[in-house]
């Protein structure tokens, strides 16, 4: 037990531990309420109608939303869309017999089918498998009452990503942290210094699991109580909306204690699996490379593998499968495991006990075989494949990032991502913009009295055409094939209207021309994408990886004193430190910009580059009269500037860490956490620290000296200050 006290006291006395857990609890908290009010239907909306419903049956509930819905004879007291969601939810409380009466019929008829009536197959066994599993759940009535507050509670995302935060750290500072400060060597020699000492860090994971389950999903049931009330917590888990398919005869709190102890079993299970990273791996960096890679791998394979597949193990059986609790319970399923239906429930809570214990005993069992790897490895490679041939500093620097700490490996991996982000890229299908795009390939080119004579003409037709539909209103109410026939002529007014509008505001502009611009509004933040963060997202953590062990691993090796020694000296090799760094945020920002460059080419085109930039309507107001080519030119610049001054700055934390761990968490804290926060939902991070200025978008269309200039004089005076001290 002391060693146990000991590393959650090592754990819980660091400031950032701490520091992270207080910003988790306050972001989380904010992004709860901007998620409840952040629709056209708040959570005031619901409580009126609630309050309405308080003291009536279901039936009655459930007459009234009907009532309320089909009542057109005043202004509406209560929005539409909320009342008609209500209804469907207490209309599936009203007919839950129904419901499981309709699980019988069905599966009946569905093995009569003859894709489905092969006794030898999976569909067939899992449809004979079903119905019976709801026999335990037939006696249950479902109640209507709130449902919202406890689905915000237990089903977001963000919450689990701000957990996840939590829980890396805990990781980092248990499993790494001992071998960053160099004291494995030590611990190893002790009586308890292998598995024991392992198997106590473990225990520290996943009490702190718990604890971070308990608080953070306790202040979600909090603030959703308050937002918009938790209901009966005795009522049974059917009357919860989304979950009328569950088959477990449990009530909400009885839920709510499973959630919670599934979450945190499911949770530690990840943290597990990072811990055999973290042991079998001989490098920090090579432990987020390869974390990193499995991640993104279980991500891939739980959105891409369809739930129907033959494959829908993998889907399943997956560690972020498994954080998805609500969608465990919900509804009963079966996932295919060679032909045999296995209920997803038992399946996945078989497989996170197993999973979660076979790392850990895997773990412990490395942990106590583990030698003094670091130097083995460097013998190894001083005498493998090294020829006579000196080459420069500067290459070992190289060849230290890429080689040695596996930069490489963080490379590929990341090539990989936006290969995965640029092949998700898509252009939502806009019947508006269908039209929009052929008008203006048909008139692409400089304004001239043709335009002008195009568009009278186009608007004299759509002028006719919609007065002789009036007519037609006016003698007949019945529909007919005319008016059918007008109505198809008429498609192409939406995007006329779009087309005759920037013609107006553009027609006086010098240097101005018609062109399919909606490309262009995409690429410079016009039209609602937020591709400019989700790539800088990509691009910060890549330099983050690759720049943080630079200079702060040769300070955990204490390499300094003895680099200061040298011919070259400490000058030399700063130089080369920045070099490296310049050119991996510059790798960075080509990885970004072609690829992203490509794919809006590949949807979008792009015409009118020799145009000027005020040819888009959304930048007539624009002081400056770029071509657009240049105006493309200078976010592509600024982009890459500010990206190669955030990895020196990365570079300049690095060379103020103790290890990689700590300089990884700091640049982690600057330059990636702020983008995910804005990505999750807070739309106020995109003019807070470095997004601005890495998006430019967001710096440019709402632009504000001191918001474009603080963060960059911050920089330069950050590094100004250190160069003069020569600290960095």
Same mark, same amino acid.
């Given at each position: ?164 935060? /939590? ?237 040695? $700490?596996?930069?490489?490996? /963080? ?5 990989? /991502? ?43 037709? #759509? ?10 209103? $006016? ?106 760094? /310049? ?22 085109? #792009? ?95 709402? #632009? ?25």
């Amino acid at each position: 037990m002391r060693v146990l006290s000991t590393e959650l006291k090592k754990l819980f006395s660091n400031r950032i531990f701490l520091l992270i857990i207080v910003a988790v609890f306050i972001l989380n908290a904010y992004l709860l309420f901007r998620t409840a009010n952040s629709g056209k239907i708040t959570s005031a909306d619901y409580k009126k109608i609630y309050s309405e419903l308080k003291y009536k049956t279901d039936e009655e509930k459930l007459a009234w939303l009907d009532e309320q819905l089909n009542d057109f004879s005043h202004s509406p007291v209560y929005k539409w869309s909320a009342m008609a969601e209500l209804y469907d939810e207490c209309q599936n409380v009203v007919t839950y017999k129904e419901y499981l009466e309709n699980i019988d019929t069905q599966a009946k008829l569905m093995i009569k089918i003859s894709i489905f009536a092969k006794p030898d197959t999976f569909n067939y066994r899992s449809i004979v498998k079903t119905p019976p599993a709801y026999t335990n759940v037939r006696d249950v009535q479902p109640v209507f009452d709130v449902s919202k507050g406890i689905n915000l509670a237990t089903d977001n995302s963000f919450t689990d990503i701000l957990c996840g935060f /939590i829980l890396l750290f805990a990781v980092l500072t248990l499993m790494i942290s001992d071998r960053e400060q160099g004291i494995s060597r030590l611990l190893f020699t002790l009586k308890r210094g292998r598995s024991y000492l392992l198997f106590s860090k473990l225990s520290a994971l996943a009490v702190t699991v718990f604890l971070a389950v308990f608080l953070i999903y306790g202040e979600n049931l909090i603030v959703s109580s308050f937002i918009y009330g938790l209901g009966d917590l005795s009522r049974p888990i059917q009357s919860v909306a989304g979950f009328i398919g569950c088959n477990l005869k449990i009530n909400v709190a009885e839920y709510l204690i499973i959630f919670g102890l599934f979450k945190s079993t499911a949770i530690f299970t990840i943290c597990a699996v990072l811990s055999l990273i973290a042991v079998t791996t001989k490098n920090t960096v090579s432990f987020y490379g390869i974390s990193t890679a499995v991640v993104i791998i279980e991500g891939l394979l739980y959105a891409l593998i369809h739930p129907l597949s033959i494959y829908s193990i993998f889907r399943y059986i997956n560690v972020i499968a498994f954080t998805k609790v609500n969608e465990i319970f919900c509804d009963y399923k079966n996932i295919n495991f060679f032909e045999y239906p296995i209920p997803l429930i038992s399946a996945s809570f078989t497989a996170v006990i197993l999973i979660a214990f076979i790392c850990s005993l895997v773990s412990a069992y490395l942990y106590a075989k583990k030698r003094n790897l670091e130097f083995r490895k460097i013998g190894i490679k001083l005498n493998f494949g090294k020829g006579n041939k000196v080459h420069s500093a500067l290459y070992y620097g190289f060849y230290k990032s890429l080689i040695q $700490q596996k930069g490489i490996v /963080i490379i590929v991996v990341f090539m990989l /991502i936006t290969v995965f982000l640029n092949s998700s890229f898509k252009k939502k299908y806009d019947v508006q913009d269908v039209y929009y795009k052929y008008y203006t390939n048909q008139l692409e080119g400089e304004i001239t009295s043709e335009t002008d004579d195009f568009i009278k003409s186009e608007e004299k037709r #759509f002028f006719d055409l919609n007065n002789k539909m009036n007519e037609i209103l $006016q003698d007949s109410n019945s529909f007919s094939g005319e008016m059918m026939e007008i109505q198809k002529q008429l498609a192409p007014e939406s995007g006329f209207i779009l087309l005759k509008n920037r013609y107006e505001l553009i027609k006086n502009i010098d240097n101005t021309k018609i062109f399919y611009d909606t490309g262009y509004k995409r690429m410079f933040g016009k039209v609602g994408y937020d591709d400019d963060m989700k790539y800088a997202l990509i691009t910060m953590m890549l330099c983050m990886f690759l720049i943080s062990p630079l200079i702060a691993n040769d300070n955990k090796y204490r390499m300094l004193s003895i680099i200061n020694s040298t011919a070259s000296g400490r000058k030399q090799y700063i130089k080369r430190n920045i070099i490296i760094s /310049i050119d991996y945020g510059l790798l960075s920002s080509l990885m970004w910009l072609i690829g992203y460059s490509f794919k809006v080419y590949q949807f979008y085109g #792009f015409s009118g580059l020799d145009a000027s930039v005020q040819s888009i309507t959304n930048f007539i107001d624009f002081p400056i009269n770029l071509k657009l080519w240049q105006y493309f030119a200078v976010i592509f610049i600024l982009r890459t500037v500010f990206i190669i001054l955030s990895a020196l700055f990365m570079l300049w934390i690095s060379s103020k860490s103790k290890n990689t761990t700590i300089a990884v968490l700091v640049n982690f804290a600057l330059f990636v956490l702020p983008i995910i926060v804005y990505l999750l939902g807070a739309d106020i991070m995109a003019k807070i620290c470095m997004n601005p200025l890495l998006s430019v978008n967001a710096a440019l269309n709402e #632009f504000s000296v001191v918001q474009f200039i603080m963060p960059v004089l911050a920089l330069g005076i950050v590094i100004y200050y250190a160069v003069k001290q020569k600290k960095i």
